[in-house]
C-alpha cells in the first residue's frame, strides 16, 4: 500500500506497543513521516519494541541518536493523564487511538478502571487533540458496540459516540474525527487462536462455550491496511466498517485447529465445552438496523455517515443486512486451515 498521503506528516499511535499499534508502527517505520510517535503505558512493551525495529534499521545501543535518525519516539504515558495527553499531541498531524482495555472477562470484573480508560481516556486523547490543533484524528472501536452486552462494549459504545460528537465541540475548527470498527483480530495479544495453538502445540485439550458462536474476523494485515485506507479517505463523522470481513464459527475453527495439530502431534486431543459467559452474545453485529440507511459502500468499506444515503434502495438494503450479523458465509476447516497459514498464524 502507497503512503504518499502521509508524506511529512506527524503520526501519534496510542496504545502503541498492542497488536494493531505495533503493527502499524512497523508499516510505518520506514514511511516518508516526518515522525512517528508511540504511546503506551506499557514500559517493557516500548522496549521490545524498539527491540523488534532493530530488524529495520533502530540501534537500541545508541537509542536517542537511533530515535532522531530513524523518526520514531517513544512515549511513555497514560491516556488517562490528560496533561501528558497534551504533551504527546502538541504538533501532531493525525493520532491513531488504539489504547483500551479490550478483554471482556476482566473488564466485566473492573468496569470503573474500564470506563477511566475506554470513555475518560479517549476523552482525554480528543480534548488534548482539538486544542493541538491536530488534523485527523481516528478511534479505534469494535463490532462489540452494536447492541452491546458487556461492559467493555458499553465502554467502547460511549467512547465511539463521544468521538463522533466531538467534531462539533465549540472549539473544535480543525479536527476531523471518525471511528473504524473491527471484527476480532486474528493473532493480536490474548485473542483466542494463539491460546488455542498454544494449547495444542502443548498437546492439551481446547475450550469452547457454544457450537452456535460465530465471530467476524480479520488479520492484522487488514486491520492496519483498514485504518491506513480510513485516514486517506476521512472527512469526519464517519465509521467505517471492513466489508470483506470473513466469518468463522468458534467451534469450527477449533475443530479445525485440533485436526490440523493432532496429525502432527499424533495425539488425539478433543474440544471440550465450557460455561457460555452472561456477557457474551453468540453473533457479532457490524452495524445496526437503524444505521443502514446512512450506509456508503466505497474501497470494500462499509461507510457510515451522518447523513443519509439518497442512492440507498430495497435491494442494497437486502445486502447490506446479509452482511450484518456473523451468521453467514462460514467458513469451512480446510479454508480456515489454509487462511490461518496465508497469514502466518500456524
Known amino acids: 500500500m502507497k503512503l504518499n498521503f502521509l508524506k511529512n506528516k506527524k503520526i501519534l499511535i496510542t496504545g502503541g506497543t498492542g497488536s494493531i499499534g505495533s503493527s502499524l508502527v512497523l508499516k510505518l517505520f520506514n514511511s516518508n513521516c516526518n ?32 530515535m532522531e535518525k530513524k523518526k520514531i519516539r517513544f512515549f511513555l504515558g497514560d491516556i488517562r493523564d490528560y496533561k501528558r495527553c497534551k504533551e504527546v499531541t502538541s504538533g501532531v498531524d493525525i493520532v491513531i487511538h488504539a489504547a483500551a482495555l479490550k478483554h471482556v472477562s476482566i473488564c466485566e470484573y473492573n468496569p470503573s478502571e474500564v470506563f477511566q480508560t475506554n470513555v475518560e481516556g479517549t476523552n482525554n486523547m480528543l480534548r488534548a487533540s482539538i486544542n493541538n490543533k491536530v488534523s485527523k484524528f481516528l478511534f479505534i472501536s469494535t463490532d462489540k458496540v452494536v447492541s452491546p452486552t458487556n461492559i467493555m462494549g458499553l465502554s467502547k459504545l460511549k467512547a465511539e459516540k463521544i468521538s463522533i460528537n466531538a467534531n462539533y465541540f465549540k472549539n473544535n475548527k480543525s479536527t476531523k474525527i471518525s471511528c473504524i470498527r473491527f471484527g476480532n483480530v486474528l493473532g493480536s495479544r490474548g485473542s483466542v487462536i494463539p491460546n488455542f495453538v498454544s494449547l495444542l502445540k502443548n498437546k492439551k485439550n481446547i475450550y469452547v462455550t457454544d457450537k452456535k458462536m460465530t465471530r467476524f474476523v480479520m488479520s492484522l494485515n487488514e486491520a492496519t491496511n483498514l485504518i491506513l485506507n480510513s485516514i486517506k479517505v476521512m472527512k469526519g463523522k464517519e465509521i467505517f466498517i471492513l466489508k470483506s470481513m470473513n466469518c468463522f464459527k468458534i467451534y469450527e475453527l477449533a475443530n479445525a485447529l485440533v485436526q490440523h495439530f493432532n496429525k502432527i502431534n499424533k495425539k488425539k486431543n478433543i474440544v471440550k465445552f465450557s460455561k457460555k459467559l452472561s456477557s457474551e452474545k453468540f453473533d457479532e453485529e457490524l452495524f ?14 462499509f461507510i457510515i455517515k451522518r447523513y443519509k444515503n439518497k442512492k440507498i434502495n430495497k435491494k442494497i438494503i437486502n445486502n447490506l443486512e446479509k452482511f450484518r450479523v456473523s451468521n453467514f458465509n462460514f467458513m469451512s476447516k480446510i479454508k480456515i486451515i489454509n487462511y490461518l497459514k496465508k497469514i502466518k498464524i500456524i
Open 288 to 301: 445496526s438496523k437503524k444505521e443502514i440507511p446512512f450506509i456508503n459502500i466505497s474501497q470494500n468499506m
Open 35 to 66: 515522525v512517528v510517535r508511540v504511546m503506551s503505558n506499557d514500559e517493557n512493551g516500548l522496549y521490545e519494541l524498539s527491540k523488534r525495529l532493530n530488524s529495520k534499521g533502530f540501534n537500541n545501543f545508541n537509542f536517542f541518536d537511533s
